[in-house]
């Protein structure tokens, strides 16, 4: 089956610096790279995704790329802030199980 | 909040029982998801259901079970299988699994075993 894996699992950064997370994952038909914030004592909530048939993907703050051929997506958060302090969740949906398969998550610190 | 809710939101249960967790859901999705949340483990998937009175393992199924007699439930049941059941549920939902879309999940259940 699918296999994710998400670095590093914490990360602090300065207030206005930019935050990177890293994923990999082994199916090479998945096709749908969600990417998910749980703030403390909540729910996941989507914050961005990506398909297969795009290699970058930007919201305001927040970007996504994706490098097929090495299967490995990333989440940049440029200029962040102390509300972007949360556990962040890359995922991929497998081609073959059509199951979403989370990486294990990370814990980013923005420090004021 | 979402359309889809878990409860209790709290559960606690002795060594041995079997217990039911709740999740319902209003958005008219056809597919559902369990998931466990241990710390420094990310999500990993119980059951799965594509459509009402169909659903498959996921990568962590033993010691649970599930049904879904309807489209807006999926009870998840941890029985007394299940060895280290202490942990938060949560449960998910989406349009379907062939569209590519956003999963929305409940807000959770922390069960304790004591």
């Known amino acids: 089956g699918e296999n994710v894996e998400q670095h590093p699992s914490t990360l602090s950064v300065q207030e206005g610096d930019s935050a990177v997370i890293k994923c990999t994952y082994s199916?090479?038909?998945?096709?749908?790279f969600p990417w998910y914030k749980q703030e403390l004592g909540k729910r996941p909530q989507l914050i961005i995704d990506?398909?297969?048939?795009?290699g970058e993907k930007k919201d305001q703050r927040i970007a996504v790329t994706l490098n097929k051929t090495a299967k490995h997506f990333s989440l940049h958060i440029t200029e962040t802030q102390p509300e972007d302090s949360a556990v962040y969740f890359c995922?991929?949906?497998?081609?073959?199980?059509?199951?979403?398969?989370f990486g294990s998550g990370t814990q980013l610190t923005v420090l004021p | 909040d979402g359309g889809i809710t878990q409860s209790p939101k709290y559960l606690f249960r002795k060594e041995g029982q079997n217990v039911t967790l709740s999740c319902e859901q209003n958005?008219?999705?056809?597919?559902m998801y369990w998931y466990r949340q241990d710390p420094g483990q990310g999500l990993r998937l119980i059951y799965y259901?594509?459509?009402?009175?169909?659903?498959q393992k996921g990568d962590i199924a033993e010691g649970y079970s599930v049904s879904r007699e309807k489209k807006e439930s999926f009870p998840l049941t941890v029985t007394s299988a299940q060895k280290n059941p202490t942990a938060f549920y949560l449960c998910?939902?989406?349009?379907?699994?062939?569209?590519?879309?956003?999963?929305?999940f409940g807000q959770g259940t922390r069960l304790t075993v004591v």
């Open positions: 199916d090479s038909a998945s096709n749908y």
């Open positions: 998910a939902s989406s349009i379907n699994q062939v569209q590519n879309t956003e999963a929305f």
């Open positions: 958005l008219n999705h056809d597919a």
């Open positions: 995922a991929a949906l497998s081609g073959s199980a059509r199951q979403l398969t």
């Open positions: 259901s594509q459509i009402v009175n169909d659903f």
């Open positions: 990506i398909r297969s048939n795009v």
